[in-house]
């Protein structure tokens, strides 16, 4: 759309997409990002040179989104993990996460029912599902926690869903929002039916790699959104104020005192940091985004010898994930060198620890050295591996982590339905649309779309 500009906040990957597909309209755009890096969550460094992603650490793939890797010319490229074994500390010591089991919960009995995860009483339990499938037949919503315990017991949730989802999530299963957090789980919630038995029926096939990164890690994926498109990038500035102008336009305000003037904007930011700035121009739209919680974590890399990292078995596989009844500061770890093939060839292994959960300080109470200290003790005595780090990084990401708890689908919509009076006013990103790169590129791409069809219909006006 020649002759009409836009204004981006936000330079994550839900940003980039929607700067990406609004420049490809002939829109012109300007690109706002408080830091002086692109990427947002996605942020690969470099630890003896080998790439690290301290951020997010792969892309889920899709009809949709290989269809974008494949304009970004990413495809060909792309690395899938290998498979290997993933722990899951239990209090029966470490097991392998069993085969049909998802972030929300098992899909078939009969793995977790041979993994040793469960007691006697636990198990018997879990059987049950199908006979407690209905119990939240129509309802709204449900927490995750109370849905899994509903229907397999309450060992299922605190054994496999809290360390799994909860740790993905670095949240509170018992208040994460099934709808928004484990979505392929809505039209159970809604009919009734066993989570089992319609494994069996529909069971799926198999389409390729699930995961992928690339050989100079997952920025290699912003980098690309940026390629091709001509963009105005103002990094290391920060939007304050969000105005709408007499003559229907919008201006944005920059903390370096800048006004910018669009027609259409997009706010791929949190909802903490987009909410000041709808105070003014849609107070309802702020206030249906205010309460959201959000998490403080952080990631430490670390590099090991080689040899000594393969004689311990548990590093052999992929990952380990931990319960949060542990009271373990240590929430998930991965083995990078065994997971991803462009990483085994160095003489370093690299391992990546994950600690922080909303609602805890401890991240914030230690220092690096401290951190570092503490998650490798809790390395240690899940694993048997005590060996001392030869070289680490440690990324923090404070209040980042978007909190999709009870409520957050009817926030969320009450949201947009507030800015539907101004349809060229948009918002993209994680807080809104589900975590994840994939989420986050799916929401820029209809946050573009969504604004692009406002200024036609606007055009078309007479």
């Known amino acids: 759309m020649p002759g009409h500009s836009a204004v981006v906040v936000g330079g994550g990957v839900a940003g980039l997409t929607a700067a990406r597909r609004l420049a490809q309209q002939g829109l012109s755009v300007t690109l706002v990002e408080g830091s002086r890096r692109l990427g947002g969550q996605v942020h690969t460094t470099w630890l003896d040179g080998l790439p690290v992603d301290v951020g997010a650490e792969a892309l889920v793939t899709s009809p949709s989104t290989t269809a974008l890797l494949a304009e970004l010319r990413l495809v060909d490229t792309s690395i899938a993990p290998r498979t290997g074994a993933t722990w899951l500390a239990t209090?029966?010591?470490?097991?392998?996460?069993?085969?049909?089991?998802?972030?929300?919960?098992?899909?078939?009995?009969?793995?977790?029912?041979?993994?040793?995860?469960?007691?006697?009483?636990?198990?018997?339990?879990?059987?049950?599902?199908?006979?407690?499938?209905?119990?939240?037949?129509?309802?709204?919503?449900?927490?995750?926690?109370?849905?899994?315990?509903?229907?397999?017991?309450?060992?299922?949730?605190?054994?496999?869903?809290?360390?799994?989802?909860?740790?993905?999530?670095?949240?509170?299963?018992?208040?994460?929002?099934?709808?928004?957090?484990?979505?392929?789980?809505?039209?159970?919630?809604?009919?009734?039916?066993?989570?089992?038995?319609?494994?069996?029926?529909?069971?799926?096939?198999?389409?390729?790699?699930?995961?992928?990164?690339?050989?100079?890690?997952?920025?290699?994926?912003?980098?690309?959104?940026?390629?091709?498109?001509?963009?105005?990038?103002?990094?290391?500035?920060?939007?304050?104020?969000?105005?709408?102008?007499?003559?229907?336009?919008?201006?944005?305000?920059?903390?370096?005192?800048?006004?910018?003037?669009?027609?259409?904007?997009?706010?791929?930011?949190?909802?903490a940091v987009a909410q000041p700035l709808l105070r003014d121009v849609v107070p309802a739209a702020a206030q249906a985004l205010s309460g959201a919680r959000f998490a403080t974590v952080a990631t430490l890399v670390a590099a090991f010898p080689r040899s000594e990292a393969l004689a311990c078995p548990v590093l052999a596989g992929t990952g380990l994930m931990v319960p949060s009844s542990t009271g373990r500061l240590l929430k998930a770890a991965t083995f990078l060198s065994t997971k991803w093939p462009h990483l085994a060839s160095s003489d370093l292994f690299l391992g990546r620890l994950s600690a922080g959960r909303v609602g805890a300080s401890t991240v914030d109470s230690l220092n690096d050295d401290e951190l570092t200290a503490a998650l490798m003790a809790d390395l240690a005595a899940l694993t048997g591996f005590d060996t001392a780090p030869l070289r680490t990084v440690v990324h923090r990401w404070r209040e980042t982590v978007a909190q999709h708890e009870l409520g957050h689908p009817e926030r969320v919509r009450a949201a947009r339905s507030a800015l539907a009076e101004h349809p060229a006013l948009v918002l993209a990103g994680a807080s809104y649309d589900g975590g994840g790169v994939a989420g986050c590129l799916r929401s820029g791409e209809a946050a573009a779309r969504s604004a692009v069809e406002s200024l036609t219909e606007e055009v078309a006006a007479p």
């Open 91 to 271: 209090p029966r010591g470490l097991r392998r996460l069993p085969a049909g089991v998802g972030p929300a919960g098992p899909s078939r009995l009969r793995p977790v029912v041979s993994s040793g995860i469960l007691s006697a009483r636990g198990v018997g339990r879990a059987a049950l599902e199908p006979f407690t499938a209905r119990r939240h037949r129509g309802m709204a919503d449900v927490s995750v926690g109370e849905f899994v315990t509903g229907r397999f017991g309450r060992e299922v949730a605190d054994r496999i869903v809290d360390p799994l989802l909860g740790g993905i999530a670095s949240g509170d299963i018992d208040r994460l929002s099934l709808r928004a957090c484990a979505p392929q789980l809505a039209p159970l919630l809604d009919s009734g039916r066993s989570v089992a038995v319609r494994a069996v029926l529909h069971r799926p096939r198999a389409a390729g790699p699930r995961l992928v990164t690339w050989a100079r890690g997952l920025a290699s994926l912003p980098m690309a959104l940026m390629d091709g498109v001509d963009l105005d990038l103002r990094l290391g500035d920060r939007a304050t104020e969000v105005t709408r102008s007499p003559g229907g336009r919008y201006a944005v305000r920059l903390a370096s005192g800048e006004a910018l003037d669009a027609d259409a904007v997009v706010l791929a930011v949190s909802s």
